[in-house]
């Protein structure tokens, strides 16, 4: 990943940093499978993050806060597989994962798992099926976090009322979950499946080995997304679709 510009207030006002989340346009099986053969992006930018100069595949941090970044691809049905990479400061707080589409105007900090701003999230339950999973996300870890003595708050979900969450040596609200390897790694780089067929999305290191099912009950449409957690400028986070790892 290339370095970044810096990000100034009329670049912000420039290019409309206020995103509304209103409705958004209905998904059919032939615009989703035109829309995978196009190349990932994040289209949607929430507060203070910008574009690695013309890579809209790259996002920076520019301003403390809380901000998002949202690709173009929404998904409805399928299996659909991407990498997620952080780099520069190691002190921020990087989630990524999936949430529900959103558009439209928004100002100020978003983050979906944040329950005073999940509220802001496109209302269409229509488009949800029997699911309550609508924000599920993985910590891209750096080995130095905002609270050291916390552990890693590496895994999350929302049902859009509460944020559940494991930690490493410490799992809080959800002991269904149970041990598995993912909530041992911390990586700054990892692929994710969504399997909406199966309902699931599947966690996997750098080179392809999976580390276990991250959540189930996924139903409905998502957008794949990430959010920084800004103490200190400069945070990257690049995403790239990819292939579906081979498994034995």
Request: glycine share 10%; with cysteine; charged share 30%.
């Given at each position: 990943?290339?370095s970044?510009?810096?990000?100034?207030a009329?670049?912000?006002?420039?290019?409309?940093?206020d995103?509304?989340?209103?409705?958004t346009?209905?998904s059919?099986?032939?615009?989703?499978?035109?829309?995978?053969e196009?190349?990932?992006?994040?289209?949607?930018?929430?507060?203070?993050?910008e574009?690695?100069?013309?890579?809209?595949?790259?996002?920076?941090?520019?301003?403390?806060?809380?901000?998002?970044?949202?690709?173009?691809?929404?998904m409805?049905?399928?299996?659909?597989?991407?990498?997620?990479?952080?780099?520069?400061?190691?002190?921020?707080?990087?989630?990524?994962?999936v949430?529900?589409?959103?558009?439209?105007?928004k100002k100020g900090?978003?983050?979906?798992?944040?329950?005073?701003?999940?509220?802001?999230i496109?209302k269409?339950?229509?488009?949800?099926g029997?699911?309550?999973?609508?924000?599920?996300?993985?910590?891209?870890?750096s080995?130095?976090?905002?609270d050291?003595?916390?552990?890693?708050s590496?895994?999350?979900?929302?049902?859009g009322?509460?944020?559940?969450?494991?930690?490493k040596n410490?799992?809080e609200?959800?002991?269904?979950?149970?041990?598995w390897?993912?909530?041992e790694?911390?990586?700054?780089k990892?692929?994710?499946?969504?399997?909406?067929?199966?309902g699931?999305?599947?966690l996997?290191d750098d080179?392809?080995?999976s580390?276990?099912?991250?959540?189930?009950?996924?139903?409905g449409e998502?957008?794949?997304?990430?959010?920084?957690?800004?103490?200190?400028d400069?945070?990257?986070?690049?995403?790239?679709?990819g292939?579906?790892?081979?498994?034995?």
């Amino acid at each position: 990943m290339s370095s970044h510009t810096n990000c100034t207030a009329g670049e912000n006002k420039k290019r409309g940093n206020d995103v509304d989340l209103a409705s958004t346009e209905g998904s059919r099986p032939g615009k989703q499978a035109k829309r995978d053969e196009e190349p990932l992006i994040f289209d949607k930018l929430i507060n203070d993050v910008e574009y690695d100069k013309d890579d809209k595949s790259t996002v920076w941090s520019c301003h403390k806060g809380s901000s998002t970044a949202i690709s173009n691809a929404v998904m409805t049905s399928g299996k659909h597989y991407v990498t997620f990479e952080r780099a520069g400061c190691e002190a921020n707080l990087v989630h990524a994962g999936v949430m529900r589409p959103v558009a439209g105007h928004k100002k100020g900090e978003f983050h979906p798992l944040y329950d005073n701003h999940y509220k802001l999230i496109n209302k269409t339950p229509e488009r949800w099926g029997d699911g309550k999973v609508h924000v599920c996300m993985r910590e891209l870890c750096s080995g130095k976090r905002m609270d050291p003595n916390n552990g890693p708050s590496l895994s999350l979900w929302s049902d859009g009322r509460n944020t559940f969450e494991t930690k490493k040596n410490r799992r809080e609200s959800m002991p269904e979950w149970g041990e598995w390897e993912g909530t041992e790694e911390e990586i700054v780089k990892f692929g994710m499946l969504l399997d909406l067929d199966a309902g699931t999305l599947t966690l996997f290191d750098d080179k392809g080995k999976s580390l276990g099912i991250l959540k189930e009950g996924l139903t409905g449409e998502y957008c794949w997304a990430a959010s920084i957690v800004d103490i200190a400028d400069g945070t990257s986070v690049h995403i790239m679709r990819g292939d579906i790892p081979a498994t034995k």
